[in-house]
């Protein structure tokens, strides 16, 4: 029993929830030295998260970028590359489709609106592209070029908002509120459970879930993605072009992150506007990990960070306390998953050396068996003799 509790598999299910736990269990003692009840607060957030049709579906709308930027984190982490830069790719994304759809609004809406979901991941890709070819070529850390790229993409933002993206009705109002006029309705993305805001973007994030994790684990690019990951020089040595991958991994997850940017323009605020991007980028790492960087293992994940969004806003309002203190929490999770990552890996490892041990003492007995069993007998006749 001792030794099913220390198996990796075991480990790989229980630590997880264990970190969740342990970072509510310390949110709790912050809520209590907030001078709030961390119960009564816990059971706000979970009710207004999931305890209603409006909470489900809020949820969900929060899922649905998450699981978009999650599903890019686990293509660049499968392929040994970090990238922080989700924030700015959705900001880039969100800029890219709203321009392409005021620009072409005249088009059909069975035409412009694949179009204008197509062009925000391309903006995305373009932007992660940009980190994966310096760390591809000049070895630039992946990192910090991607944190760069997000300040970049916000100042971008700024100026575009408040000059010339911004809306004219706003100039003309004298209001100057940053934001950019309002997409046309044939580009909106169909409302599921009208009058919430659950829209259609959430059945695309499945499916592309789903094409995610066929993509890397059957298929060749995938396959090279993971071996490089895993092991750049063994691939190098393999002929595969490393640098080449290092880039790509980027550059689709800049297009998931672009795409989620997209999808909360087309579905959610039907404009651009400051803000839109709303720690996606981040949360969305938090959601990847929690799915043990895999594709479907984000769908949960994803679900779960999206309602833990739509709870604080509930608990902010109902307990009157801070909603920066589920970012606190969110902080804890990936401070404790991570660290659990690091010990289920080890834990692994542990088990591969001690079955490799295993393994060689029971060849090393089967041999000496075999080389006893080869010998010559010597009859006590002949030795007294």
Known sequence: MQRFFRSPRFLEIALPIAAVLIAFAIGGVLLALLGANPFEAYWVLLSGAFGSINGLTATLTKMTPLLLVALGICISFRGGVINIGGEGQIIIGALASTAFALWLRDLPGWLLLPLTLLV??????????????????????????????????????????????????????????????????????LRLAPPTLLHAGVILALVLAVLVYILLWRTTIGYRIRTVGLNPSAARYAGMPVPFYVALSLTLAGAFAGLAGAVEVTGVQHRMLEGLSGGYGFSGIV????????????????????????????????????????????????????????????????????????????????ASAEVTAGAPQTDSAQLLE
């Open 120 to 189: 925000g991941a391309l903006g995305g890709a373009v932007w992660g592209g940009i980190a994966g070819v310096l760390k591809a070529r000049l070895n630039v850390n992946e990192i910090l070029s991607t944190v760069m790229l997000n300040a970049i993409a916000v100042q971008l933002m700024n100026f575009l908002l408040r000059g010339p993206m911004l809306d004219p009705d706003q100039i003309a109002a004298g209001t100057n509120i940053a934001q950019s006029e309002a997409l046309p309705r044939s580009v909106w993305l």
């Open 287 to 366: 959601a990847a990990l929690f799915g043990k960087l895999h594709p479907l293992g984000a769908i949960p994940a994803s679900f779960l960070f999206g309602g833990l969004l739509v709870g604080a806003n509930k608990m902010q309002l109902t307990v009157q306390v801070p909603s920066a203190l589920i970012t606190a929490i969110n902080g804890l999770v990936v401070m404790f998953v991570v660290a659990s990552e690091v010990y289920v890996r080890r834990a692994r490892r542990r088990a591969g050396r001690e079955a490799a041990e295993a393994s060689l003492v029971s060849d090393t007995d089967r």
